[in-house]
């Protein structure tokens, strides 16, 4: 295979332990992840959340153990669920110590170990309720992702803690996978319907040197959608009959990603989830490659997906049906599915992608994912999830239309299918590492995200700290505090974000070139010492988003952002029909900080011009004169804390006369 070029010298995240997030937007978010929503999960976990839907994850461990009587409950990748939160717990525990959460995840790293089989197997589904029947349905069972994302969990609690039993446990287990799929004869020639475990052995790999578990991804990586077609063959070997009826209609190749061999797919198609977490894996098989072929499929992948099929949110998979891409500018607003762990995924390939290419456009998308399509998924509590993120909702109209089915007006306190609950508290309590990046062999440190915050980096024996301070994101100022033990040589980059239209930036008071840049980050080469500062100006003014033209949801529409966050209308502050609304040319925005309001947010306030109907015209559905138009204030809230009032209307885009 063709090699990277070495100006492609990729970087790599800086680790979670040399990051304290100190930041007056995110540090209550993270604290709430970790004295809320981890014990709430817990709780969910083991069906002690009132009125929530039962999950029954660990009874299944349970009874897989040997340890319980009863049948198997939940969905057959329940496991996952588990898997994620304890993904969570290490992260929070590379943060800091807390003995009483370690020692439950402990114990129920002791409860895996037992429902482990002899031959290193670990799934509860197969192992209660359908024995003798292990790797029968890749296609639809999730075997391998369930194992993927309790590969990711060992490799964090790992990381976090320094005790090696579960991930002992999951190699064991990966070696046990390793038997079963392969090219050689008596090997399956097969891969999991839901990508997952190609990524994860990528981080088992990591973690344990094991070269064997590398292979093992490059293998499910590059077999996926070959002929014959490997669920063909397995559906064969069960006898399964043809499906009856639109209803039952058997999902296509590309529900699945395996329409193609990877290397051939140009297009982001089905499952978004599936989609995003399947090309996480093979933009880091290209970095452990160093395979440019793999990263020019990526690179084409991913410019149909942010250029053609993803919101103004950076939520991504338009569609209900199947949670799936679509074709390019089908981004209906009310029917929009962008589910929570879409969202999500596209951070984690935005973040791999960013590691090999060191271009902005990376960091942009998965800042603008972080702060709306992501965070809109939890409550301000932390005790209540979105799985579907829609950018309009007129909740009278739900239950009538059955395309709404599955759009809530309010966060749920669990899920049946409780994928996005879990994802969402892993990733915020991993958001350290997606702060910064180094090139140790270049001796340069890039800043992506703008992130109150404390680093501790080795940069050729020297021990750096960078402090950064900010008020972002509700305002561009920024400063980078340097502290060295002795003058040392290296590179600062800071992006200038593709938001932001007018950017300062300055060393000790001395102004910077932000005309010189590469890839969209200034890059600063000098000889630092304690004391330095760099400082950083975003202009950051109210922007009228239009939608390119093809999208046809948003013809004669504008969205507002103003830095990296999106703003919506909610019908608590602007009453009832908000598609009446209609901004007039030249719409103006005032912006204030409530520190009252959804715990501290910028409040975006302006007038627009609402229909007037006059009372001789009150009970006419129709007419052949216009209404007039009276003016009407317009306050705006951040996309992400919508649905945390009194339920009502709400929408992002807006009719503009301008």
């Known amino acids: 295979m063709s090699k990277l070029e070495k100006r492609t010298q990729p ?13 007056a937007f995110w540090s209550s978010r993270e604290k709430n992840v970790i004295e809320t929503v981890v014990p709430y999960q817990w709780q969910a976990l083991n069906d002690e959340i009132p009125g929530a839907e039962p999950s029954h994850t660990i009874e299944n461990f349970r009874l897989a153990a040997g340890e319980a009587e009863g049948d198997y409950y939940g969905m057959v990748f329940q496991d996952s669920d588990l898997g994620k939160w304890l993904e969570t717990v290490g992260f929070v525990l590379c943060r800091r110590r807390d003995p009483q959460l370690e020692q439950i995840a402990d114990e129920v790293i002791d409860l895996l170990e037992r429902a482990q089989q002899p031959d290193g197997y670990l799934n509860t589904y197969y192992t209660v309720k359908e024995p003798g029947k292990r790797w029968s349905n890749l296609r639809d069972n999730h075997e391998l992702y369930c194992a993927g994302h309790l590969m990711e969990a060992a490799v964090a609690y790992f990381e976090a ?74 559906a064969a070997e069960r006898n399964e009959r043809p499906p009856a009826g639109r209803k039952n209609k058997k999902r296509e190749y590309d529900y699945f990603q395996a329409h193609l061999p990877v290397r051939e797919q140009t297009t982001a198609e089905g499952h978004a989830v599936r989609a995003v977490y399947l090309y996480s894996a093979m933009a880091d098989l290209a970095v ?31 569609s209900e049906y199947e949670e799936r891409f679509t074709v390019p500018f089908d981004l209906p607003n009310d029917r929009a599915y962008t589910e929570t762990c879409a969202a999500i995924g596209l951070m984690f390939w935005a973040q791999r992608m960013l590691q090999i290419e060191k271009r902005r456009e990376y960091a942009d998308v998965m800042e603008l994912a972080l702060y709306n399509g992501v965070l809109s998924g ?31 007006v309010t966060r749920q306190p669990w899920f049946g299918c409780a994928c996005c609950p879990p994802n969402i508290a892993r990733l915020i309590a991993s958001l350290g590492q997606y702060i910064y990046s180094a090139n140790p062999a270049e001796r340069e440190l890039y800043v992506h995200l703008y992130i109150g915050s404390k680093l501790e980096l080795d940069i050729e024996g020297q021990a750096v700290q960078v402090t950064q301070q900010s008020n972002y994101p509700w305002n561009g100022e920024v400063s980078l505090d340097v502290k060295v033990p002795q003058p040392a040589e290296f590179t600062i980059a800071v992006r200038i974000p593709g938001w932001c239209n007018g950017a300062s930036v300055s060393v000790n008071g001395q102004h910077v070139d932000v005309a010189d840049q590469e890839g969209g980050y200034v890059k600063i080469r000098r ?53 009446d609304i209609v901004l007039p040319e030249g719409a103006k925005f005032d912006v204030h900080f409530d520190e009252h309001k959804f715990g501290g947010v910028s409040i975006l306030t302006g007038s627009g011009l609402r229909s007037e109907v006059p009372a001789e015209d009150k009970h006419r559905l129709y007419a052949t004169h216009g209404w007039s138009k009276v003016p009407a204030p317009i306050t705006a809230i951040p996309y992400f804390a919508w649905s945390n009032r009194t339920p009502g209307e709400m929408t992002v885009w807006i009719r503009s006369n301008g």
């Open 288 to 318: 452990e490659g160093g395979d440019t072929a793999l990263l020019e499929a990526c690179r084409k992948l991913w410019n149909d997906v942010v250029r053609t099929k993803m919101y103004v949110t950076g939520g991504i998979g338009s």
């Open 527 to 579: 000889t630092w010492e304690t004391g330095d500062r760099v400082e950083l100006s975003l202009d950051m003014p109210v922007e009228l988003v239009r939608a390119h033209p093809n999208v046809r949801e948003n013809a004669g529409k504008v969205a507002l952002q103003r830095g990296p966050v999106v703003f919506c209308l909610e019908e608590e502050d602007n009453g009832a029909n908000l598609q």
């Open 161 to 234: 803690t320094g005790k090696r039993k579960f991930l002992d446990i999951m190699s064991r287990y990966a070696d046990y996978i390793g038997t079963v799929f392969g090219g050689e004869p008596g090997q399956k020639r097969g891969y999991d319907g839901h990508p997952e475990v190609e990524l994860a052995l990528v981080k088992l790999y990591q973690a344990t040197g094991e070269r064997k578990y590398l292979e093992l991804s490059q293998f499910f990586v590059e077999e996926r959608g070959q002929q014959p077609h490997f669920f063909d063959l397995e």
């Open 378 to 408: 939890i409550s301000l509590d932390g005790k209540s999830y979105f799985y579907v993120n829609p950018l309009e909702v007129w909740p009278s109209t739900a239950n009538f239309r059955h395309d709404m089915s599955t759009v809530k």
């Open 11 to 23: 970087l790599k995240a800086v680790a979670l332990k040399q990051v304290s997030i100190q930041d």
